[in-house]
């Protein structure tokens, strides 16, 4: 199991360099707010923010990871590095840049989330989740971020955004059969649930069922 003490040593280090990224933006001095954000990329990475970026997050969960263990400690270190660099992105005018170290920080915090032996960090990981979805477009997703938020979503009883999150990939993979069918068992498991729940999931059960029927269909539209 991951130790947070390690955790904390690290953040210690990164804090200072963190406190001089924030200052330095605050008094528009962008270009050496990346500076420092590049040389701790490098220093916990081994690569400047521009290989980072250019890699997907599995090959980032690779780099961080020895003998099939994933520092789960340093890729959240990392997101939030890509979350500071998408802010100074952003300040800089270049929206595209800053969405794309958005989405990659998303999709880092998403998967350690879901790692078993990170258990330690999914709050700490979910905390950094709500605080960067407000920022980033659901358009320019890739099918394994909407994957891990659809999963994100049903698990924190969002339904109405699960559901809007698998009819996205279904738009972009029609008819796939195994989304389909995950689909059919979470609004079974949802027809399941209280009506307290799905209201607070901005859904009611009559609509659960018909997205249910229509996924059905489909099933048998696809047999």
């Known amino acids: 199991m991951y130790r947070r003490d390690y955790l904390l040593r690290m953040i210690e280090q990164f804090t200072v360099t963190m406190a001089q990224v924030l200052l330095k933006r605050q008094n528009r001095r962008l270009a050496e707010a990346m500076e420092l954000i590049a040389q701790a990329m490098k220093q916990l990475l081994g690569l400047n923010s521009k290989l980072v970026r250019a890699l997907s997050v599995k090959d980032i969960i690779g780099l961080l990871s020895a003998n099939g263990h994933f520092d ?3 890729g959240l270190l990392l997101s939030d590095m890509l979350k500071a660099e998408g802010e ?20 880092l915090l998403l998967e350690i989330r879901q790692m078993e032996d990170a258990e330690e960090l999914h709050r700490d ?20 971020l ?3 938020l659809l999963g994100h979503y049903d698990a924190t009883g969002q339904l109405a955004k699960a559901e809007d999150m698998l009819f996205f990939m279904l738009d972009d993979d029609p008819g796939n059969p195994k989304l389909v069918e995950r689909g059919i068992d979470m609004y079974e498991r949802w027809s399941e649930l209280e009506p307290e729940q799905w209201a607070e999931g901005n859904l009611s059960g009559e609509e659960i069922q018909e997205s249910r029927e229509l996924l059905i269909k489909m099933k048998q539209n696809g047999s």
Do not use: W, Y
């Open 125 to 144: 990981a979910e905390e950094r989740v709500s605080i960067l979805l407000p920022q980033v477009k659901q358009t320019r997703m890739n099918l394994r």
């Open 88 to 107: 100074l992105l952003g300040d800089a005018g270049e929206p595209l840049e800053a969405e794309s170290c958005f989405l990659k920080s998303l999709e």
């Open 146 to 148: 909407m994957e891990l």
């Open 72 to 74: 789960a400690g340093k």
